[in-house]
């Protein structure tokens, strides 16, 4: 007895589609034909069907099928335990992150360990923590977050700083929020150069850093920054 394409996927549980995407894979023989063209299949070709659908269903990809044999059963075997425990580390590492986000309203996109700051955010800094968790390592990326201590007054003035501030509203801005750069950098002292804290190249981490900063803030906002570096620099060189 024979079955024709769709009586065959029918027993093997596949689809006519699946089907004729395994022949053209390679990975099931084409049949025998009628005189009038029809596809007559065998017990072999359902025997192959099942044999597939049995092994993607133990995950092995169908673009290795092919190369999948008897001799190099353990290898495989072993080869795809082993990427079915990654894949549970990072499902698992996801369910534990969606649990955080789900205990606040944090953007979903932000990096988990910030959820929990993510209110105290402005937009521009939700911006800067996410391209961050990016360039910077983990542990990096946890001394930045033991920064965090709640928004401050000076958060809101730097937020509202007009962009027409003239030399001495930045000059005072600045210098109220030296204090706290300070104390962060004796805490963590990579701060003082940011770059030390990525794998990347720093010339890239410079760059990149500087370019989404002139992006995100205002002209006058990255005054107040410059002149709070600049400050900063000044002091430690004196207490240096």
Same mark, same amino acid.
């Given at each position: 007895?024979?079955?024709?394409?769709?009586?065959?996927?029918?027993?093997?549980?596949?689809?006519?589609?699946?089907?004729?995407?395994?022949?053209?894979?390679?990975?099931?023989?084409?049949?025998?034909?009628?005189?009038?063209?029809?596809?007559?299949?065998?017990?072999?070709?359902?025997?192959?069907?099942?044999?597939?659908?049995?092994?993607?269903?133990?995950?092995?990809?169908?673009?290795?099928?092919?190369?999948?044999?008897?001799?190099?059963?353990?290898?495989?075997?072993?080869?795809?335990?082993?990427?079915?425990? @990654?894949?549970?580390?990072?499902?698992?590492?996801?369910?534990?992150?969606? @649990?955080?986000?789900?205990?606040?309203?944090?953007?979903?996109?932000?990096?988990?360990?910030?959820?929990?700051?993510?209110?105290?955010?402005?937009?521009?800094?939700?911006?800067?923590?996410?391209?961050?968790?990016?360039?910077?390592?983990?542990?990096?990326?946890?001394?930045?977050?033991?920064?965090?201590?709640?928004?401050?007054?000076?958060?809101?003035?730097?937020?509202?700083?007009?962009?027409?501030?003239?030399?001495?509203?930045?000059?005072?801005?600045?210098?109220?929020?030296?204090?706290?750069?300070?104390?962060?950098?004796?805490?963590?002292?990579?701060?003082?150069?940011?770059?030390?804290?990525?794998?990347?190249?720093?010339?890239?981490?410079?760059?990149?850093?500087?370019?989404?900063?002139?992006?995100?803030?205002?002209?006058?906002?990255?005054?107040?920054?410059?002149?709070?570096?600049?400050?900063?620099?000044?002091?430690?060189?004196?207490?240096?």
């Amino acid at each position: 007895m024979t079955w024709s394409t769709r009586r065959l996927a029918e027993i093997a549980g596949t689809t006519v589609k699946a089907i004729r995407y395994y022949h053209r894979a390679g990975l099931l023989d084409e049949p025998e034909r009628t005189a009038n063209g029809y596809k007559q299949y065998r017990t072999d070709h359902l025997v192959r069907l099942l044999q597939i659908r049995r092994m993607s269903e133990l995950g092995i990809p169908l673009a290795q099928l092919g190369a999948f044999t008897a001799e190099n059963r353990d290898e495989a075997v072993a080869e795809l335990d082993a990427s079915l425990a @990654a894949e549970i580390v990072r499902l698992t590492r996801v369910r534990a992150e969606l @649990a955080a986000l789900s205990a606040t309203s944090a953007p979903l996109e932000l990096p988990p360990r910030f959820a929990d700051v993510a209110d105290q955010l402005s937009a521009s800094e939700r911006v800067l923590v996410l391209v961050l968790s990016r360039l910077f390592d983990e542990s990096a990326l946890g001394d930045l977050h033991a920064t965090f201590r709640g928004r401050t007054a000076i958060d809101d003035d730097f937020d509202a700083l007009p962009d027409d501030a003239d030399d001495q509203q930045i000059a005072e801005l600045a210098e109220r929020m030296v204090p706290e750069i300070l104390d962060s950098q004796r805490r963590y002292p990579w701060l003082e150069i940011p770059s030390a804290g990525s794998e990347l190249d720093p010339v890239v981490f410079e760059e990149t850093v500087a370019t989404v900063m002139i992006e995100l803030f205002t002209p006058a906002q990255l005054r107040v920054l410059v002149a709070a570096d600049a400050l900063g620099q000044r002091m430690r060189d004196q207490e240096g």
